[in-house]
């Protein structure tokens, strides 16, 4: 064996033992490699095979993930997001490890995996407007969905886009950091390269390993089997302070419990349910405090005061969205988003561009075009819309609206519905064949159309479900939706 060959081993090898010792410092698994694969003892004295490219994962959590999340660690208020950055990506880890040891799984049972990651994906969207870090989570907010990737087909763009939709606020954070001082700055300048770091090197990974979508082990189990060992779980960690307290004994049914207090000093009266028993022991009397009703005090006499008004049927209330106040409408450009509000005729944004964001505020019985891909779309307090839009980069959102429809012509990673009533998605040929994720809350009357298998057939609508059931299964809670069957 040449001596420059056994140099280049011997570097390879130091660098797995590098890699193998940062993995283990941030509880992933960690192994020395051979025939391109490590290796893992599964707690039962056999070894599980790790794929390469759930190695080189690790390689990029270790590299951009950990010093992103301590990063957010150094500021209180940013806690929150490192949490749920390291949440998803461990979760994430698990759907790459999955994928080299399963077979392709129904599209259904792929979503129930997935739940934990949309819970994640779902609440980085309930930015808080009060908050001193606002941008910085609406920022994380946008670049988290690149975890949707595991269901798109040509990822690497849609993680890309996921930064493009960010920038904007991620620009914002670098501008109020200009003003502070070190070491506020320095962790708000690190929030935003770090956030870039993961979003850049995950598309350079699956541009690498999963260009054209996850894929999965022919030969591989049922994802329903499917168990991470040592290296997709951890056990949960001891509580704090050691063990539970052991229960309390049990009440000895010789022991008689009396109802008594005694008074306390200073003659006050005695509390507890000794000072319910005297009430009572005081007979007719009991009722000697209390006023007298007189007739000026009764309802049929008091003629000359208003009273409440029964809200009207079917409506909203004087605020809702059917009795919005009626103002001047308007469309403009501010900061990389138009503004179309109070519109009540039809209306196209042909100068929207893919940096930009479009928000729709209290459209009525109108239609709205926005023919270019833009970065997102949110509708706020609409009713009888019809918006029909090319693509968005990130996602379409409706909030606390009704009666809207919305026609999906290219492409929509995620759609989110919060507070609505009467939501009708439309997908084309072209939609469909990438459909979006969609997130809803506290959402009635909401169905998804879809085209028929062939041209010539009737469009397929499928209701989204409203009702759930939850049980409590082996110390877990387990929510379905509620199926109805013919009778």
């Excluded at 493009?164 to 700055?185: G, V």
Aim: hydrophobic share 35%.
């Amino acid at each position: 064996m040449s001596s420059e060959l056994l140099s280049h081993l011997e570097t390879a090898v130091h660098r797995l033992e590098a890699v193998a010792k940062k993995l283990e410092g941030m509880g992933l698994p960690a192994g020395g490699a051979s025939a391109g694969a490590a290796h893992h003892d599964d707690g039962k004295g056999a070894a599980a095979e790790v794929s390469p490219n759930v190695v080189e994962f690790d390689e990029y959590l270790n590299a951009n993930v950990v010093p992103f999340v301590d990063n957010c660690n150094h500021l209180e208020a940013l806690r929150p997001i490192g949490h749920a950055t390291d949440d998803a990506f461990k979760f994430m880890r698990k759907v790459v490890d999955a994928s080299t040891k399963c077979k392709k799984p129904p599209q259904g049972d792929f979503m129930k995996f997935l739940e934990p990651l949309g819970k994640i994906v779902g609440d980085a969207q309930n930015a808080d407007n009060r908050s001193p870090v606002f941008n910085h989570q609406k920022a994380f907010g946008e670049a988290i969905q690149l975890v949707n990737w595991v269901l798109i087909p040509a990822p690497v763009g849609h993680i890309t886009g996921t930064l493009e939709a960010a920038e904007f606020y991620l620009n914002k954070i670098l501008t109020q950091a200009k003003d502070l001082e070190d070491p506020d700055k320095s962790t708000h300048r690190a929030f935003v390269s770090g956030l870039k770091n993961i979003v850049n090197h995950l598309a350079e990974y699956v541009k690498a390993h999963y260009k054209t979508g996850l894929e999965w082990n022919p030969k591989g189990t049922d994802l329903a089997h499917y168990s991470a060992g040592a290296g997709g779980a951890s056990a949960a960690p001891a509580a704090a302070g050691g063990a539970p307290p052991p229960p309390p004994p049990p009440v000895d049914p010789n022991v008689k419990i009396e109802l008594t207090s005694s008074a306390p000093a200073g003659g006050a009266k005695p509390g507890g349910m000794a000072a319910v028993f005297g009430e009572l022991s005081k007979g007719e009397a009991i009722t000697s405090g209390l006023k007298k009703v007189t007739s000026e005090m009764k309802a049929k006499n008091m003629k000359d005061i208003p009273t409440l008004q029964p809200k009207e049927k079917g409506g909203s209330g004087p605020s809702g969205p059917k009795h919005a106040e009626k103002r001047d409408p308007r469309l403009e450009l501010r900061q990389g988003t138009w503004f179309c509000e109070y519109y009540e005729n039809d209306i196209e944004i042909p100068e929207a561009e893919m940096k930009q964001n479009v928000y729709v505020l209290k459209a009525r019985n109108c239609t709205i075009s926005i023919p270019p891909k833009v970065k997102s779309i949110q509708l706020d307090g609409c009713f009888k819309t019809r918006i029909s839009f090319s693509s968005v980069v990130s996602t379409f959102e409706i909030v606390n609206s009704e009666r809207v429809t919305v026609y999906i012509n290219e492409q929509c990673p995620n759609v989110a519905l919060d507070k609505c009533s009467g939501i009708q998605i439309w997908l084309n040929d072209k939609s469909v064949a990438e459909p979006p994720v969609i997130i809803t809350s506290n959402v009635t009357e909401v169905n998804l159309v879809v085209p028929g298998k062939t041209p010539e057939d009737d469009p397929v609508e499928l209701a989204l479900p409203q009702q759930f059931q939850t049980n409590f299964k082996n110390g877990k809670l387990v929510t379905e939706p509620v199926a109805h069957s013919a009778a």
